[in-house]
Nanobody, 115 residues
């Protein structure tokens, strides 16, 4: 069974940094794409950043220039470096991985940015 496990969330002051990690287990193939989504209280889940197996990246406008997504040396790992964090970045952050039309989700890690 495929599992995605996120880590690295926490409480940080505005202007600070956090690095999220996501590691997948239970699969021998490489994902076509891995990414991060977030969901703030009362809001819909939204894409934060995604990276394909070829290394192409895409970011939400709200995080461009502040967040960087990367894939780890270990297969099926992905990171999200978050700099210059703002209170509006506060949300549950979810790792997502996709093979063809099948999508997998982690349980989420909470990021709280205090003003």
């Amino acid at each position: 069974q495929v599992q995605l496990v996120e880590s690295g969330g926490g409480l940080v002051q505005a202007g600070g940094s956090l690095r999220l990690s996501c590691a997948a287990s239970g699969i021998i193939f490489s994902f076509n794409a891995m990414g991060w989504y977030r969901q703030a209280p009362g809001k819909q889940r939204e894409l934060v950043a995604v990276i394909t197996s070829g290394g192409s990246t895409n970011y939400a406008d709200s995080v461009k220039g502040r967040f960087t997504i990367s894939r780890g040396d270990a297969k099926n790992t992905v990171y999200l470096q978050m700099n210059s964090l703002k209170p509006e970045d506060t949300a549950d952050y979810y790792c997502n991985a996709r093979i063809s039309t099948v999508s997998y989700w982690g349980k989420g890690t909470l990021v709280t940015v205090s003003s």
